[in-house]
Nanobody, 121 residues
Framework: QVHLVESGGGLVQPGGSLTLSCVASGTVYKIHNMGWYRQAPGKQRELVAIAQSDGIPNYGPSVKGRFTISRDHARNTVTLQMNSLDPDDTAVYYC???????????????WGQGTQVTVSS
């Protein structure tokens, strides 16, 4: 069984910084990509950032220049450094990965349970 476990959410003031981390554990065999989506109340889930297998990151338009994603292939982890946070960044952040497990030899999408990020003074 595969698990994506997030950490690092919390409350931060506008203009502040926060770092989110996610580790893929369990019967992980091969990871295609890892990244983050977010969902604010009353809004659709949207892409924040994805670290692709070729190392090229993709960012959502609202976070470009403020957020940085990095991936540790050896540790099956992905980290999101969030700077210059704005109240509009308030949302539940979900770790995402498209990966193959040892028990099911096909790529599938996996999600973490989510971690709350609140930007407020």
């Amino acid at each position: 069984q595969v698990h994506l476990v997030e950490s690092g959410g919390g409350l931060v003031q506008p203009g502040g910084s926060l770092t989110l981390s996610c580790v893929a554990s369990g019967t992980v065999y091969k990871i295609h990509n890892m990244g983050w989506y977010r969902q604010a109340p009353g809004k659709q889930r949207e892409l924040v950032a994805i670290a692709q297998s070729d190392g090229i990151p993709n960012y959502g338009p609202s976070v470009k220049g403020r957020f940085t994603i990095s991936r540790d292939h050896a540790r099956n982890t992905v980290t999101l450094q969030m700077n210059s946070l704005d109240p509009d960044d308030t949302a539940v952040y979900y770790c995402y990965s498209r990966l193959m497990s040892r028990t099911h030899i096909a790529f599938s999408n996996f999600w973490g349970q989510g971690t709350q990020v609140t930007v407020s003074s």
